[in-house]
């Protein structure tokens, strides 16, 4: 390691000192103890790690955080670290936007288990079953946002556990690129609503089909299957 690195390894260390860190050193120290991870996927950074992100998610603004983010979204889709260092952002991030993101990013990249190409996904679902993340609606959203009629199934019964609040942030959520088989997938969950006038709920669906038109980079419905 650099001079640099070693001080930034032994500040990754010391736990203690995450909260007397100026912004410029807990954004470097963030980004060099993620990519770490990422590369190393040591099992004894997690805990530093989870540390770690809950200051810098509450000292630094949303803007940084999804610089960040991208950041190491860069690293993930060159090769040059595992798809682990995207559990910071899917488990202890509270903005719905990069969330949601981050999410897609883990569902997409993850290696296959016993060949079976949902395991990225399975293992979101499973997070948001857990009630694991701090942002479950978010992960919710970039799984719907995939745009796999494989992966809606999988979502199916969870949508079930989402308060009206929750619902409400899933439906505003839209990615650029209109899917059938989201489309699909909202006119579902409303059939299976009451949908009378106390049905808060199904007012928030239906909504999110008219939000799923706004600021879309094609006028195109699409239908694919996710490798």
Known sequence: MSDEADRLFELLQ?????EGLNH???????YF?????????QDDLI?????LYQVFRAKIGRSER??????????LLEGEISVNAMLPFVLEETDFSICSTAALDYASCRPLSDEDPMSGPGEVNDMILQDRPKCRPGLFAGLLLL?????????WDTKDIFSESEIQQIAKCR??????TTIEFYLDWLESLRGDCRDRNFGSIASGLVLVRENL??????DCERI
């Open 147 to 155: 745009g796999d009629v494989r992966v809606n199934r999988i979502l």
């Open 47 to 51: 805990g530093r790690l989870i540390s």
């Open 24 to 30: 410029e050193d807990l954004r470097i120290l963030t």
């Open 175 to 180: 990615s650029g690129f209109l899917y059938k």
């Open 66 to 75: 999804q610089n960040l983010h991208g950041a190491i979204q860069n690293q």
């Open 14 to 18: 010391d736990p203690s000192c995450y």
């Open 33 to 41: 103890g993620i990519s770490l991870y990422g590369k190393t996927n």
């Open 217 to 222: 980079m094609m006028e195109q419905v699409l």
